[in-house]
């Protein structure tokens, strides 16, 4: 059974930082594509970052240069350094794994975590 356990969310002023994890189980990390997506009060959800299986990374315009997307190959953990928080940061960050196959698209969850940025 796989799971996706993110952490590390919380309360921060805003010019912090927080680091958030996803511990998987289930599941090797270096397998899939792993993202981080947010949803703030009343918005979609969007994604925030991701690293592909071959470690190369994406951001969404809003973070680059304040969050980076890493992985805990040992760990089997995908991290979210998120420097100079702002208030629109503030969301439930949820961690996604997602493997593609011909027959089959393996698509994975998290619970969330929540993040609140305050001034």
């Known amino acids: 059974q796989v799971h996706l356990v993110e952490s590390g969310g919380g309360l921060v002023q805003a010019g912090g930082s927080l680091r958030l994890s996803c511990a998987a189980s289930g599941i090797t990390v270096s397998d899939f594509d792993i993202g981080w997506y947010r949803q703030a009060p009343g918005k979609e959800r969007e994604s925030v970052a991701n690293?592909?299986?071959?470690?190369?990374?994406n951001y969404a315009d809003s973070v680059k240069g304040r969050f980076t997307i890493s992985r805990g190959n040992a760990e089997n953990t995908v991290y979210l350094h998120m420097n100079s928080l702002k208030l629109e940061d503030t969301a439930i960050y949820y961690c996604n794994a997602k493997y593609f196959t011909y027959v089959r698209t393996y698509d994975y969850w998290g619970q969330g975590t929540r993040v609140t940025v305050s001034s």
């Open positions: 690293i592909s299986r071959v470690g190369g990374t």
